[in-house]
């Protein structure tokens, strides 16, 4: 018997034992179906999960119109809710069934490209050219639940804190941010272009000389640069802004809104205030200023040890003025000669020249050095082992070079055995506040100095006048912040004095006519009264993708590019027609072969 859908009078997912004997208008996808001679059962699914149905023989019409039904047909089912005969303990309805007595087939489904009710690795561009049945995966509806989930607890925060959404521009001014910038050609005035925003960075600032004291915005931004996991060309971020603040003021309103995030987005409570790093110590320790705190391993300076050996490689870098650091992995028996063999290729593969090492063994008097160069550390082995806690059964890795060499291999060599060793704690979020950063690092390319965050982060008041006799120990007002080893938001106090900002334009290369032409509209607005002020910016995709414990970028935006900045569901970019580009005063340059 058919029906003429009229509206569902439950959801698939929220029928209970205490819905038994009630009447029941459902509607939702065929999950899977099942003929057990006699009796067909299928499982109805809709946003909320499943429920089962059950078609008996003597319901003739409806019977035979379910022994036709094929995964993902949609549905309409009237029928009754009963108690089901053996109980399902592993879904949520598994005690009650729907007894159909009719059903309408709303719409057929063809054939699928992968199986939507079950795991199935299939190739990451066939999900993403069929990316609407991807999304039907309960997985997939879990992530941008969680997705919403965040995004309203950051609006709802911001709003009972006094903050105002106002939207900013899509269409605007090139301007030097670090990325290439999406270009759009202007119809209307010939050879001039709008630039897709990298981020409401100005704007955000203008607000705040315009009055408005408390911002935030949840936007999307634009960037053509080379994709990786953690990065798209078009992805979202929330800003914020506020006036007449001081640093520990915006960190402590972000902290609020991360306990936010955390609580209505996971049912976590985390503490606050996080705790604080200086740049230099967070490289220092960890080999890195975004480091990951859930586990040891520190990086240790034995540069005054190794020197001490007969190590010609340690002895050569001491000599260049460098230095030796190393790091101990606790109860590191698991590594074989092969796998350490595999991590020193992947330290040369990034630019190192090797990875010196020694195991810890228990010998007649103490711990002793085995394998790798033990015989050329010999002498100073115990002081070495007594001043890192090595220990029998312990790896010790070092490495020789420049402080930012050693930093940057060690790093990589700490993250690569924590995995190895199963050292990473899964259900721990170490949230951390690393601050104090250069305001400049020299570019050795281009010979001149560049922004380690962006040209409108403020320096140190102490440190203004160093702006003319020694930018490079100029520290920035930044302050960014990690989880569990990634960079989740980056802020700082602004420039507000104009004289200043036309200071920091000068230092990175900016002529005061390359200064006004790309920046006029804020050293104008500088002029007329700009209050202290500060921000940060939330990259909110990355947030969804941590909270969601999924691995890429892709999977927590609902139509992604691939790393070839391509849409597999859309085919964008694609050609257009010849009038369009006439249109723009546009002429192709077919690229060289």
């Known amino acids: 018997m058919a029906i003429a859908y009229n509206r569902r009078t439950h959801y698939c997912g929220e029928i209970r034992s205490e819905h038994v004997d009630q009447p029941a208008t459902l509607a939702g996808w065929v999950h899977s179906t099942r003929d057990h001679g006699g009796v067909i059962f299928v499982d109805l699914r809709d946003h909320t999960g499943l429920v089962q149905l059950r078609f008996r023989p003597e319901q003739t019409d409806v019977y035979e119109l379910a022994r036709s039904l094929h995964h993902e047909d949609v549905l309409a089912v009237m029928g009754r809710i009963v108690r089901r005969e053996s109980v399902n303990p592993k879904i949520p309805t598994g005690e009650v069934e729907i007894d159909v007595s009719a059903m309408e087939v709303l719409s057929r489904a063809a054939p699928l490209p992968f199986p939507i009710n079950e795991e199935f690795d299939a190739a990451e561009e066939l999900c993403l050219r069929y990316r609407f049945l991807h999304l039907r995966r309960p997985e997939m509806q879990n992530i941008f639940r969680l997705r919403h989930r965040i995004a309203r607890a950051i609006r709802e925060y911001f709003h009972e804190n006094g903050f105002v959404e106002i939207e900013t521009p899509f269409l605007t001014k090139s301007t030097p941010e670090g990325a290439r910038d999406y270009l759009v050609p202007s119809r209307v005035k010939p050879g001039s272009f709008y630039a897709l925003p990298q981020s409401p960075q100005i704007f955000k600032q203008l607000f705040m000389i315009a009055g408005f004291d408390r911002y935030a915005q949840i936007v999307r931004c634009f960037r053509d640069e080379d994709l990786r996991a953690d990065r798209q060309p078009e992805f979202t971020q929330l800003d914020m802004e506020m006036a007449f603040v001081k640093r520990d003021e915006v960190m402590t309103m972000v902290e609020g809104c991360v306990q936010r995030i955390f609580r209505d987005g996971l049912g976590i409570d985390v503490k606050t205030p996080f705790p604080r790093m200086s740049e230099a110590e967070a490289v220092e320790r960890f080999g890195i200023d975004r480091p990951d705190t859930r586990f040891g391993m520190e990086l240790q300076d034995v540069t005054d040890l190794a020197g001490r050996t007969s190590f010609q490689v340690f002895r050569g870098a001491i000599d260049a003025g460098g230095v030796v650091k190393c790091l101990v992995a606790k109860k590191a028996e698991s590594l074989t000669r092969k796998k350490l063999d595999t991590l020193t290729e992947e330290v040369k593969g990034i630019g190192g020249t090797g990875m010196p090492y020694v195991k810890v063994v228990a010998g007649e008097s103490g711990p002793a050095a085995s394998t790798g160069i033990a015989k050329f550390v010999g002498d100073v082995f115990p002081a070495l082992c007594e001043r890192t806690n090595a220990e029998p059964g312990d790896l010790i890795v070092f490495m020789p070079g420049t402080k930012t060499d050693v930093a940057k291999y060690l790093h990589y060599v700490r993250t690569w055995l924590a995995r190895e060793l199963d050292l990473i704690p899964k259900d ?130 609902a139509f992604p590019k691939t790393q070839r900045a391509v849409c597999p569901l859309t085919g964008a970019p694609a050609p257009v027609a010849q009038e369009q580009l006439d249109e723009l005063h546009l002429a192709l340059k077919k690229p060289a072969k």
């Open 428 to 557: 721990r979020w170490n949230l951390l506040w690393v601050v104090d950063f250069p305001l400049f690092e020299w570019d050795e390319e281009t010979q001149r100095w560049a922004s380690i965050h962006h040209p409108f982060t403020a320096p140190l008041e102490e440190d203004l006048p160093l702006l003319d006799t020694d930018p490079g120990k100029v520290r920035a007002q930044a302050y960014d912040l990690v989880l569990n080893g990634t960079e989740m938001a980056g802020g700082s106090i602004r420039i507000h004095r104009q004289d200043v900002q036309r200071k920091v334009f000068s230092l990175l290369g900016l002529s005061e006519e390359e200064a006004r032409e790309k920046f006029a509209f804020l050293l104008d607005a500088l002029q007329y009264g700009a209050p202290p002020h500060g921000g940060i910016a939330f990259g909110f995709d990355r947030w969804a993708m941590m909270l969601a414990g999924a691995e890429s970028l892709r999977e927590v935006i």
